[in-house]
C-alpha cells in the first residue's frame, strides 16, 4: 500500500545512514561538514560553507517541503552519530507519480564510503515501492563528470540533455544531464545497489514514518 505521499515526518532507516527530517538545529553541524570547497564546485545553491548561506538555503527547502513539493533531509552517519551532508525529494509530481532526487551534497571525507549509495537505494525503495511512484529523475551540471559517473553506477538510465535549464547563483547558464529509473527497471537495480552495500557491509535498509 502506498504510504504518506511524500509528506513529513519521514525517516529512512539504513545501516551506514539514515534519513532525517531537515531541522534547523542541523545547520551548526553541517556547517563544520561544508567547509571543503570541493563538494560545492557545481552544487546548484552556492557555497554552503558560508555561515550566512547555509541559514538560508535550509530555509528555503524547508519553504518547498511546507508548500508540498519537497520532502528534505539531513544524513545522519549512525557510527558518527552526527548529520554529514543533505538530500532530498525534490518536484513531487503525484498526480503523474513522479519524483526528483536533488539537491544531495555529502561530506568530502566520506565520498566513497556507501553513504551515497545507501542515500540513494533508501529513497529509490520508498518512491518506487513504498509510494508506487512511476518514475524516479536525478540531474546534474553537463560539467560535474564525476556524479554523472556515481549517477550512472546506480543503474539510472541517462535520458538526455536540458541546455541553459538553470541560472546558477553566479549567473552562469548550466546545462543539466537527465537521468531516470522506472518502476519497471527497479528490481534489477535493486540487485545491483544491494550488491554494491554488501561490499560496505550494509545488508537491505527499511523505510519507516516517524
Do not use: C
Amino acid at each position: 500500500m502506498p504510504g504518506n505521499g511524500f509528506r513529513p515526518p519521514l525517516r529512512l532507516i539504513g545501516t551506514i545512514v539514515d534519513l532525517v527530517p531537515l531541522s534547523r538545529n542541523h545547520i551548526p553541524q553541517l556547517l563544520t561538514e561544508a567547509q571543503d570547497s570541493e563538494v560545492w564546485k557545481y552544487f546548484r545553491g552556492g557555497p554552503l560553507s558560508d555561515p550566512q548561506i547555509m541559514p538560508r538555503y535550509v530555509e528555503e527547502v524547508l519553504r518547498h517541503q511546507q508548500e508540498g513539493s519537497a520532502l528534505s533531509f539531513a544524513l545522519w552517519h549512525r557510527a558518527e552519530g552526527r548529520p554529514v551532508g543533505m538530500t532530498r525529494f525534490m518536484d513531487i509530481d503525484r498526480a503523474n507519480r513522479t519524483v526528483e532526487i536533488g539537491g544531495t551534497w555529502i561530506s568530502r571525507r566520506l565520498w566513497g564510503t556507501g553513504v551515497n549509495v545507501e542515500a540513494k537505494y533508501l529513497m529509490l525503495q520508498y518512491a518506487l515501492e513504498e509510494e508506487a511512484f512511476n518514475r524516479v529523475q536525478i540531474k546534474t551540471d553537463v560539467r560535474n563528470l564525476r556524479s554523472q559517473k556515481a549517477i550512472e553506477a546506480l543503474g539510472a538510465v541517462r535520458e538526455g540533455l536540458l541546455r541553459h535549464q538553470i541560472i546558477l547563483s553566479d549567473g552562469t547558464l548550466r546545462d543539466s544531464v537527465y537521468y531516470s529509473i522506472l518502476r519497471e527497471e527497479w528490481p534489477a537495480v535493486r540487485e545491483h545497489l544491494l550488491a554494491r552495500l554488501a561490499s560496505h557491509r550494509s545488508p537491505p535498509a527499511i523505510a519507516l514514518h516517524a
